[in-house]
């Protein structure tokens, strides 16, 4: 059972100044200049089914929205219906949307609660390092807390259950930072309940979103540190990837499991003479997909940091939801780079059987069979050449296809090319391609002005949407392809919070879409900066 949320802050040992802080700092933050409170309390949060919660909407990271308020034929009328622009920050999280709030971050690490419908600030809050992942709500589980019974003079009054009361817990708001911690905050209010450090590694940090299951927050932990070998004077390398369960109530880490079984140990010298370390790597920069019934999670790696290969590298994973055991891995290998930086999409096909849709940085897209420990049914080069480049954030699939949005950022040598592919998902064969058009990028100057679509891709029935580094967001048809949409997002804009703000470049996260609304964060720390979050609706109502 769960503990009560009050228990799991002191579990957690977190300091009552800490959550003075987070208080405080929310205080500040809707009594400065360019904020704009909510005049009004929404009350406590409750999970509904119209919500996107989390990376991918649904444990088994489909991005696919089934009831999106917004038919096809209507798509074309999509207008801006407000701005939010993000304080002196990079926009960062993907939005998540759940009872009629919006919950983003910036990459400086300030969360924000904002009201769905006009973009009012309820709450934010600080977290310790720039935030990148989608943030997941709960409800936690109900305490029972002693009555205060009328007592009389002469009897002693006896606790039993019938005295016990029950106190609505608050539904908490989960993420992971740029240093390798989880939080939890009062999802109402914005209050801390606790944090819990995931890996000591300096360079530890969580790109993928946490995922949320029962009465669990599965992690997976990434890493900086191949940037830093770079140096030649850097002792490289020393991190392992992992993933680790957490208790959603209390933030204790139930287990842990490495990607790389060994500790590293000193392996030679650099021919520079600095200490070489062996093995490392192996970091998981997306989202955990939850199968419930086989009672397993997936996770897809990235590769090895020094020569000493690993078995775990560029693979899919699955571990028990139970106990981190490894089922089974899969590792992957293509022409080219053959690591894997997105979530693996669970998928039903018309027959029943599931299926195990995972896209690689070279831009081939694999089948797996969950059944078979992860038995490749198909492959298919996506792009058309190694040119055409590989995925990134991640594709969508809804009951016939994946969407797979392309970037040549991802290929060797780099381009500007991009594009969006549809697949079968049964078998794998092409139903069409559509190149990005040719951008005239609004900013002009010297600027690289590319087209690759490296945002993740988010579908509803009859349109994919898909987000391009020029900064247009752009709507296709599921049938053939056919450009539907496309707004210019890289511009300046006028934000209901009244902060200076413009877009860049799409690819951090993806669109969300929930109640006929859709949200999007413009802007890229790897492109052209931007700071804002953009709400669409049909004729902006």
Known sequence: MLL?????????????????????????????????????????????????NGWGRSVDNTRYQPEPAIRATDVEKLTLKWAFGYPGAVASAQPTIVDGRVFAASATGRVYSLDAKTGCTYWSYEAQAGVRTAISIAELAPARLPKRPARSKRSRHRLTNAHLEVQKPPSAAF?????????????????LLWKTPIDPHPTARIEGSPTLYQDRLYVAVGSSEESLAADPTYACCTFRGSVAALDIATGRVLWKTYTVSEEPRPDGKSASGAQEFAPAGVPISAAPTIDASRGVLY??????????????????????????KVRWAKQLSAEGAAELGSSPILRSLASGKQVLLIGQRSGVVSSLDPDRAGEILWETKAGENKADGGVDQGAAAD????????????????????????LDIRTGAKRWRTD?????????????????????????PGVAFSGSEDGHLRAYSTIDGKILWDYDTARDFVTVNRVKASGGSLHQGGPTIVNGVLYVNSGSGSGRPGNVLLAFSVDGK
């Open 399 to 422: 009951h016939r296809s994946v969407y797979v949005a392309l970037g040549g950022l991802a290929a060797d040598p780099a381009n500007q090319s991009g594009s969006l592919t549809a």
């Open 4 to 52: 009560a949320a009050a228990a799991g802050v002191a579990a957690a040992g977190v300091a009552a100044a800490d959550a003075a802080a987070s208080v405080a700092g929310a205080a500040d933050e809707s009594s400065s200049p360019g904020s704009n409170p909510c005049t009004d309390s929404p009350g406590p949060v409750a999970l509904g089914s119209a919500q996107w």
């Open 436 to 460: 990005a058009p040719t951008p005239s990028c609004s900013w002009g100057g010297d600027e690289p002005c590319g087209h690759g679509e490296a945002q993740a891709v988010t579908v509803i």
């Open 299 to 324: 996770v897809a790696t990235g590769r090895s940091y020094t020569a000493n290969e690993q078995p775990l590298a560029d693979a899919v994973m699955a571990l028990d939801l139970v106990d981190g």
């Open 175 to 191: 993420f992971g930072d740029e240093k390798g911690t989880v939080y939890a905050l009062d999802a109402e209010n914005g209050t």
